[in-house]
């Protein structure tokens, strides 16, 4: 090889791994994000909804490798991005001041993120800080903060894992319908356990389900029954205290009850003396739920073509990817975010504005600007702060 040759190719070299999104989020396409998939419209009154309750906004695209964030500040409503390997759950931990961000591709991944002081005034993005690997058997799902604690729902062991460092994790909860004459059924998925309802205590806390029926037949197979199978188990007893969902998702504890996404049909549902009480129905595959006051911020999704036979109760063909504001006591939705573009929201959660103002990245600016290069270059954090709990 010629030195010319030999100084091309190590050109090449250099030039590689220079933008921090690839760093941050070690993953070197975190630069080809398609800007189509950022492109948005706003129905009712979305961002005025953001900014009453001074919250920015985040939520995972998992299909699209995407974790957003939205807020309105002095400048006006922003949107912030971050490219992420296959995003899942978000858990934020309001007393230490972390966001956990779950990304499960193999093996998985848990990136703890938390704000850093960036070289403009009141700049606050999340970053991640460090991030834990754990095996891709376990498929991470929901994060949740159990006291003070991270768990996370281990679908592919049909339980509830609590998580150490150093890829540590140990079985904290699981429903009785896994259990054998041989031990619980860890070996593989059955029931599709995706979403955890958050209390202070594994008893207190209660756990969505697609099935509680251990069969030949599981999730992801087409002949997988679903329509109406669905379960909120209580954390109590472990059995189940609501039936008739299909493809639940997304079980939240608010003021005393538990909500989930009927994803099947598109709802939000309450739970009420064992039975559930549609709140909403919204266009499109409802997952991703989170509470501030009395509104509820729902995600919805497209319905995969592969998976048609898990939306009963839904038309395809209308189905959008977006983040709705639900009045919670009346069920009207009061604005709106869609992605025309977009595919798939997994979960949604927010964070005091003040606390933190998104991501990095802007959306609508393709290069990285002097600020983005001066905030990774010399970055600092903080004490932990209370994001506060007044959901």
Known sequence: ????????????????????????????????????????????AWWETLESNDITLLVTREYEHLVMAMSVG?????????????????????????????????????????????????????????????????????????????HANAVGRNAVVRLGGSGRFEPAWWPR??????????????????????????????????SDQVSHRRPGQRNFPVDGRGVIFSGATREPMVRGLTRPHSARLHRGRVWVDNSGYGEVVMGRDGAFEPIARLPGWTRGLCFKGSIAFVGTSRVI???????????????????????????????????PLGNQVFSVDWVERSWSSGLPFPVGRKRVSERQRLLFYGFSTEPARNTRNGS
């Open 1 to 44: 090889m010629t030195s010319r040759q030999l100084n091309t190719l190590w050109s090449y070299h250099d030039a590689q791994w220079r933008h921090p999104g690839q760093i941050t989020s070690q993953w070197q396409d975190a630069v080809a994000v398609d800007e189509r998939l950022l492109r948005h419209s706003v129905r009712g």
């Open 74 to 150: 002095e400048r006006g409503p922003s949107m912030t991005y971050m490219a992420m390997p296959h995003p899942s759950g978000l858990a934020v931990d309001r007393k230490r001041g972390v966001v956990h961000l779950a990304s499960t591709r193999n093996p998985n991944q848990v990136f703890a993120m938390a704000p850093v002081t960036g070289p403009t005034p009141g700049d606050r993005p999340l970053v991640p800080l460090e991030s834990r690997f754990y095996p891709g058997s376990l498929r991470f799902h929901d994060l949740a903060m159990i006291g003070d604690e991270l």
């Open 177 to 210: 319908c896994i259990e054998s004459a041989t031990g619980p059924i860890f070996s593989q998925n059955h029931i599709q356990l995706n979403s955890i309802a958050a209390g202070s205590t594994l008893e207190t806390s209660y756990f969505s389900a697609s």
């Open 305 to 339: 073509p592969r998976f048609r036979q898990y939306a009963p109760g839904l038309d395809p063909a209308r189905a959008q990817c977006g983040l709705h504001a639900v009045d919670t006591r009346t069920g009207r939705v009061v604005g709106s975010l869609i992605w």
